[in-house]
């Protein structure tokens, strides 16, 4: 789950983290209040959505004044002026893609002076099964550029999780950063904090960029990036209720109600499995002939009637679905069960886009036989790749 800059900061700050003074809008009256009850004379108003690239994002309407979604300002009018020129435009990034996302808040903070921008994130490493502080000294950059250009300006530290963090840990972000005296001694305490924070809230990513060192000479977090593990949200009621559903899309949130995982892809044949390794197979195998999946969408070990009624639903939704693979294997869930939510389904929903089913395993052929008998349109497939011919066959015309 992603939450917003401000949330993200008002969760660090709690952790002791440094961040710089600022509060929500949702209005140019409210952001102008804000901006009174912060000191001056130079503020910054934030977009603030679920994607990075603000500042060099650019509005799709011609009245949200020029530049980003990351302005200076020096005035109080000023600040009223670019929350109205932003609130309810659409905001087009590197990551929101060509359609943008619509700003409905802003976050109005105090100016600092900047002496130097680094970067510094936090995440949980699958492959040293660790959590990674990963630092460099190229701050405010897309770190996946400085990666490909100047490699050498990263670093990594893995964290032992039997020791837990050590001050070492620390000193030696601080020193791989280029800090020195009282900055040494910030950034141990800093990087204490931002580990604390990860494991406590269950973060799945922590990003900082950049973290900057002020005139002052002081460590500020001016940007903060936060991403929870959904697995362990019920732990966390207080982040549960973070959740912006304006900034996700609309079928995800449907299908979350349903608990089913799903994710829009842009292809046209709609993917229903069960499993996550499954689903991604099913996802390789549909390109591998030569056609894309549109989405993909799990409906978990012991889906009912149901959830798989409702999955369908959520796959017709989608106007460039073309074509449906059904791919399921039976182990705690049975065949018998999901072939009479397909049964079910297609019936009640008239469905007229080609629809391949393939079953294996608990009560297999009882399966099969209901969508024998069904009378209905619906091609059977005796292993995978058998399926994904078939359907991708349907979808292009060639059967």
């Not at 990263?154 to 050590?166: E, F, N, Q, R, S």
Request: with cysteine.
């Amino acid at each position: 789950m992603n939450i917003h800059e401000y949330q993200a900061k008002g969760i660090l700050a709690a952790f002791n983290v440094p961040v710089a003074r600022g509060a929500v809008a949702f209005s140019p009256e409210e952001a102008v209040a804000a901006a009174q009850s912060l000191d001056g004379p130079v503020w910054v108003v934030k977009a603030q959505i679920h994607a990075g690239g603000r500042g060099k994002g650019r509005f799709k309407e011609t009245d949200a004044g020029g530049g980003g979604g990351v302005r200076i300002v020096k005035s109080i009018e000023a600040v009223g002026e670019n929350a109205a020129q932003m609130l309810g435009k659409i905001l087009v990034t590197h990551q929101t893609g060509p359609e943008g996302k619509t700003v409905k808040r802003i976050y109005v903070e105090q100016g600092s002076g900047i002496a130097r921008e680094l970067y510094l994130s936090c995440l949980v490493d699958r492959a040293s099964s660790r959590v990674a502080f990963i630092c460099s000294t190229e701050g405010g950059m897309d770190i996946e550029t400085v990666a490909a250009e100047t490699p050498e300006k990263i670093l990594t530290l893995t964290i032992d999780p039997a020791t837990g963090y050590m001050p070492h840990h620390g000193r030696s972000i601080a020193f791989a950063l280029g800090l020195s005296g009282d900055q040494v001694k910030q950034c141990v305490r800093l990087i204490g904090n931002l580990y604390r924070a990860m494991l406590a809230k269950d973060m799945s990513l922590l990003e900082i960029n950049p973290l900057v060192v002020t005139d002052a000479g002081d460590l500020l977090v001016l940007d903060a990036k936060v991403n929870f593990d959904s697995n362990a949200l019920y732990r966390h009621p207080d982040v549960q209720e973070l959740r912006d559903l304006d900034e996700e899309d609309p079928t995800e949130v449907q299908a979350s109600e349903y608990d089913l995982n799903y994710i829009k892809l842009d292809g046209d044949i709609g993917c229903m499995v069960n499993g996550a390794g499954l689903a991604m197979a099913t996802m390789d195998i549909i390109k591998l002939y030569g056609s894309e999946p549109a989405n993909f969408l799990d409906v978990g070990g012991g889906a009912s009637k149901e959830q798989v009624m409702n999955a369908f639903k959520i796959l017709l939704s989608d106007p460039k679905v073309e074509g449906i693979l059904v791919n399921i294997f039976g182990g705690i869930m049975r065949c018998d069960i999901i072939a009479e939510g397909i049964v079910a389904a297609a019936r009640e929903m008239a469905i007229e886009a080609p629809l391949v089913v393939r079953l294996e395993g608990t009560n297999v052929e009882l399966g099969k036989k209901i969508l024998a008998e069904s009378g209905l349109a619906i091609i059977p497939a005796d292993n995978l790749a058998d399926a994904a011919e078939k359907i991708v066959a349907q979808v292009k015309g060639g059967a």
